[in-house]
């Protein structure tokens, strides 16, 4: 049967080679060949096995033609499920490869693929054809050691085989030992990837070697060259008369930092006063860039970083803390350098003036968000509003001010369709020895509201500058999402009697309008976070294309240079021109910089995130293996075929898979997003309010399990092994 089917594949080729064949759909090629319509499947899988070999073609229109397919370079993103997608650098739409078409590609492999399907309207379908070189070179797992030999399970799911390590290679590590593995190999059809052992973590049971695994997985640099760390000794001396020359003096200005309690590197602060009608809103930015020059140990330590990344239990710096906590932080009653946005507000919140300068400052004091939203909060605690109110009362009329401010500025980004999405952040709370004590939502506040505000503002207004200067610059800019996922949305918000206007593009005010009218339902966590998902990311450019998320036509990131390094260097092209230095060379030294630099800092950022929701998610684990057996009220947050997602108030999701549904056999029905009981015709949908057991958490996979109250069922009591 087989050889038949290859010669049916070599008389078709053949027919399709031929010098006189012109594209044609298999209705046509069908007739041609006297195919009779039993067998045009046939026909069908002759030509979908060609186009898979990459021997033959088809357009988006279904016509075959000779020559192979388009072959296509990007990026392997691997799924735990087993697919994936190819990442094209230049091309917002990825390609879905399916298992099957994988290719024995791994997570970060730089590979070639062609196109199989091309559905008008959906994702393209593609197949790997060729490894051009692998992303991953090593994987952190849990090792377990057999008689001659020991193999890896590695932590990051998107690695869907194990890790051989051969006898001798293992370097010592035991059973239960979290490890680092140096592939050798790759692995094929019926090998297994091969690597050895080049670093032990420790035992998969010790504090903290949880997240140095995390760390570990994603390549974070913990240590500093002791170059870096020499020069940041050199460079982080105290602000001296030399250093004040020629600069704008504030230190006579009331201002303060509001930051949360535990923050150290206090990059921002704030003054404002009011003369008539206007506001006078000063941002005073840390003038990180005195500090780390360009080209310097510090300064290319800091570009390989791109950011301080921000673990559950520690906090990985982009600077040495020399600087990050020293010279570069605010703090209250000190002379620091700054680069100041000094910008004059009407009643209507547009700036009607403003000012870029090199400033020194003295910043009056340190708040914390806590203290300002008692003090503005006419619900918080009376005994509490009352000690700070006393505490700072010189301040009290400052923060006044800021409220009136900040309520202006938020109306009119409001009237022109900027996106809020405001979702609780989880705060995990730790013990000396990293084990989470308590999940909390951490909720914004006034306080944190009034600095965004700020933030955002000083950000646009810098970008607009500059983008009118038509000088070299970076941008955050966040485009447009695709009209698919739009559309996507609204089928589904539909099943919720909402909808969104959609004419030839889609526009913020949309979406802005579809999240105020979801305020305060039990849907709105869940329509919230799809909305999210049909975003596309912001991302760093060399090129303005607005904002889409906040509706500006400019933005960038100036407001944490300590935190952040685009902000860092788009400070030294700020300075250069204030200083009258943005000469012709220095603007085509820019030009060729600049494309670098924003890549690699959205990927830099990229990895950060990652990194940091993994910390998160790990602590939650952590914390719901002590709760197994309780009960908790939840929301379902996501339905798919093989179960619920639930969503507890304290933000921990977990799954309720179907075989863990005993009262009846559920099915997925897609158009409606829900399960339905085959027998009861019971339906669990969307934003339901439910009730849950906690009956698994499995640290190395992530996950927690559920099972809805009130059904039988079996689980165990969480004592199993690690």
């Given at each position: 049967?087989?050889?038949?089917?290859?010669?049916?594949?070599?008389?078709?080729?053949?027919?399709?080679?031929?010098?006189?064949?012109?594209?044609?759909?298999?209705?046509?090629?069908?007739?041609?060949?006297?195919?009779?319509?039993?067998?045009?499947?046939?026909?069908?899988?002759?030509?979908?096995?060609?186009?898979?070999e990459g021997k033959i073609s088809v357009?988006?229109?279904?016509?075959?033609?000779?020559?192979?397919?388009?072959?296509?370079?990007?990026?392997?993103?691997?799924?735990?499920?087993?697919?994936?997608?190819?990442?094209?650098?230049?091309?917002?739409?990825?390609?879905?490869?399916?298992?099957?078409?994988?290719?024995?590609?791994?997570?970060?492999?730089?590979?070639?693929?062609?196109?199989?399907?091309?559905?008008?309207?959906r994702r393209k379908e593609g197949k790997?054809?060729?490894?051009?070189?692998?992303?991953?070179?090593?994987?952190?797992?849990?090792?377990?050691?057999?008689?001659?030999?020991?193999?890896?399970?590695?932590?990051?799911?998107?690695?869907?085989?194990?890790?051989?390590?051969?006898?001798?290679?293992?370097?010592?590590?035991?059973?239960?030992?979290?490890?680092?593995?140096?592939?050798?190999?790759?692995?094929?059809?019926?090998?297994?990837?091969?690597?050895?052992?080049?670093?032990?973590?420790?035992?998969?049971?010790?504090?903290?070697?949880?997240?140095?695994?995390?760390?570990?997985?994603?390549?974070?640099?913990?240590?500093?060259?002791?170059?870096?760390?020499?020069?940041?000794?050199?460079?982080?001396?105290?602000?001296?008369?030399?250093?004040?020359?020629?600069?704008?003096?504030?230190?006579?200005?009331?201002?303060?930092?509001?930051?949360?309690?535990?923050?150290?590197?206090?990059?921002?602060?704030?003054?404002?006063?009011?003369?008539?009608?206007?506001?006078?809103?000063?941002?005073?930015?840390?003038?990180?860039?005195?500090?780390?020059?360009?080209?310097?140990?510090?300064?290319r330590e800091a570009l390989k970083r791109?950011?301080?990344?921000?673990?559950?239990?520690?906090?990985?710096?982009?600077?040495?803390?020399?600087?990050?906590?020293?010279?570069?932080?605010?703090?209250?009653?000190?002379?620091?350098?700054?680069?100041?946005?000094?910008?004059?507000?009407?009643?209507?919140?547009?700036?009607?003036?403003?000012?870029?300068?090199?400033?020194?400052?003295?910043?009056?004091?340190?708040?914390?968000?806590?203290?300002?939203?008692?003090?503005?909060?006419?619900?918080?605690?009376?005994?509490?509003?009352?000690?700070?109110?006393?505490?700072?009362?010189?301040?009290?009329?400052?923060?006044?001010?800021?409220?009136?401010?900040?309520?202006?500025?938020?109306?009119?980004?409001?009237?022109?369709?900027?996106?809020?999405?405001?979702?609780?952040?989880?705060?995990?709370?730790?013990?000396?020895?990293?084990?989470?004590?308590?999940?909390?939502?951490?909720?914004?506040?006034?306080?944190?509201?009034?600095?965004?505000?700020?933030?955002?503002?000083?950000?646009?207004?810098?970008?607009?500058?500059?983008?009118?200067?038509?000088?070299?610059?970076?941008?955050?800019?966040?485009?447009?999402?695709?009209?698919?996922?739009?559309?996507?949305?609204?089928?589904?918000?539909?099943?919720?009697?909402?909808?969104?206007?959609?004419?030839?593009?889609?526009?913020?005010?949309?979406?802005?309008?579809?999240?105020?009218?979801?305020?305060?339902?039990?849907?709105?966590?869940?329509?919230?976070?799809?909305?999210?998902?049909?975003?596309?990311?912001?991302?760093?450019?060399?090129?303005?294309?607005?904002?889409?998320?906040?509706?500006?036509?400019?933005?960038?990131?100036?407001?944490?240079?300590?935190?952040?390094?685009?902000?860092?260097?788009?400070?030294?092209?700020?300075?250069?021109?204030?200083?009258?230095?943005?000469?012709?060379?220095?603007?085509?030294?820019?030009?060729?910089?600049?494309?670098?630099?924003?890549?690699?800092?959205?990927?830099?950022?990229?990895?950060?995130?990652?990194?940091?929701?993994?910390?998160?998610?790990?602590?939650?684990?952590?914390?719901?293996?002590?709760?197994?057996?309780?009960?908790?009220?939840?929301?379902?947050?996501?339905?798919?075929?093989?179960?619920?997602?639930?969503?507890?108030?304290?933000?921990?999701?977990?799954?309720?898979?179907?075989?863990?549904?005993?009262?009846?056999?559920?099915?997925?029905?897609?158009?409606?997003?829900?399960?339905?009981?085959?027998?009861?015709?019971?339906?669990?949908?969307?934003?339901?309010?439910?009730?849950?057991?906690?009956?698994?958490?499995?640290?190395?996979?992530?996950?927690?399990?559920?099972?809805?109250?009130?059904?039988?069922?079996?689980?165990?009591?969480?004592?199993?092994?690690?």
């Amino acid at each position: 049967m087989e050889q038949t089917f290859e010669k049916r594949k070599k008389v078709i080729y053949s027919f399709i080679c031929d010098d006189l064949y012109v594209p044609m759909k298999i209705k046509e090629m069908a007739v041609i060949l006297q195919v009779p319509k039993e067998q045009r499947q046939e026909l069908k899988e002759v030509l979908d096995a060609l186009v898979e070999e990459g021997k033959i073609s088809v357009s988006k229109k279904g016509k075959y033609t000779k020559g192979g397919a388009k072959r296509l370079t990007g990026i392997f993103q691997a799924n735990a499920r087993g697919f994936g997608f190819v990442i094209q650098e230049n091309d917002t739409e990825d390609i879905f490869i399916s298992e099957e078409n994988t290719g024995g590609a791994f997570q970060g492999d730089e590979v070639e693929c062609i196109i199989l399907k091309s559905p008008e309207g959906r994702r393209k379908e593609g197949k790997i054809v060729k490894i051009l070189s692998h992303g991953t070179v090593k994987i952190v797992g849990l090792y377990e050691k057999n008689k001659n030999f020991g193999f890896v399970r590695p932590d990051d799911q998107r690695v869907m085989t194990d890790i051989y390590i051969p006898a001798g290679k293992e370097m010592g590590a035991m059973t239960g030992h979290k490890v680092v593995v140096e592939m050798i190999s790759y692995g094929g059809e019926n090998l297994k990837p091969e690597g050895k052992i080049v670093e032990i973590l420790g035992h998969v049971n010790d504090p903290g070697t949880d997240i140095m695994s995390i760390v570990k997985g994603y390549d974070l640099p913990v240590e500093f060259p002791e170059k870096v760390l020499n020069q940041a000794v050199r460079v982080g001396k105290e602000v001296s008369e030399a250093d004040r020359e020629g600069r704008l003096d504030l230190r006579s200005w009331q201002m303060v930092t509001i930051d949360g309690e535990d923050a150290k590197d206090l990059d921002d602060a704030v003054s404002l006063t009011c003369e008539g009608e206007y506001y006078h809103l000063g941002v005073h930015i840390a003038d990180v860039s005195n500090y780390v020059q360009e080209k310097s140990a510090l300064d290319r330590e800091a570009l390989k970083r791109g950011t301080s990344v921000y673990l559950a239990d520690r906090v990985i710096p982009m600077l040495p803390h020399k600087l990050s906590n020293g010279i570069c932080s605010l703090n209250a009653g000190e002379d620091r350098l700054a680069l100041s946005c000094l910008m004059t507000i009407d009643q209507k919140g547009e700036v009607v003036d403003h000012q870029i300068a090199e400033t020194v400052i003295r910043v009056d004091e340190r708040m914390t968000y806590t203290a300002v939203a008692a003090i503005l909060d006419d619900k918080a605690d009376i005994s509490e509003k009352m000690q700070y109110t006393e505490r700072y009362a010189d301040l009290v009329p400052l923060f006044q001010r800021m409220a009136q401010l900040s309520a202006i500025l938020r109306k009119r980004r409001h009237k022109r369709g900027s996106i809020d999405f405001d979702f609780p952040e989880t705060k995990i709370v730790l013990d000396q020895n990293g084990v989470p004590q308590d999940i909390q939502p951490y909720e914004r506040n006034v306080a944190t509201k009034i600095i965004e505000d700020f933030m955002l503002l000083a950000n646009e207004t810098v970008a607009e500058e500059y983008f009118w200067r038509e000088q070299p610059f970076l941008y955050r800019t966040h485009e447009a999402p695709d009209e698919e996922k739009i559309k996507r949305l609204s089928t589904f918000i539909n099943n919720f009697g909402y909808h969104i206007h959609m004419g030839n593009e889609v526009h913020a005010k949309e979406i802005q309008k579809l999240l105020g009218k979801i305020e305060g339902t039990p849907e709105e966590a869940l329509i919230s976070r799809l909305a999210l998902r049909s975003m596309k990311r912001a991302k760093y450019t060399p090129e303005n294309t607005g904002h889409f998320g906040l509706a500006a036509k400019y933005y960038t990131h100036f407001t944490s240079p300590i935190r952040r390094y685009p902000d860092l260097q788009i400070h030294r092209i700020i300075k250069e021109n204030i200083r009258g230095r943005m000469t012709p060379e220095r603007m085509e030294h820019y030009e060729k910089l600049l494309p670098q630099v924003s890549m690699q800092a959205s990927e830099r950022e990229r990895r950060a995130e990652e990194a940091e929701r993994e910390t998160v998610k790990l602590k939650k684990v952590e914390y719901m293996k002590r709760h197994i057996g309780e009960e908790y009220e939840g929301v379902i947050s996501g339905i798919t075929k093989w179960g619920a997602y639930v969503e507890l108030s304290n933000t921990v999701e977990g799954l309720v898979h179907v075989v863990n549904m005993q009262d009846d056999h559920y099915e997925y029905r897609e158009e409606q997003y829900d399960l339905i009981g085959t027998h009861t015709r019971h339906v669990y949908k969307l934003g339901q309010t439910v009730r849950v057991r906690v009956i698994g958490a499995d640290k190395l996979q992530r996950t927690v399990d559920f099972v809805f109250v009130g059904e039988e069922q079996k689980y165990d009591d969480g004592n199993e092994e690690e």
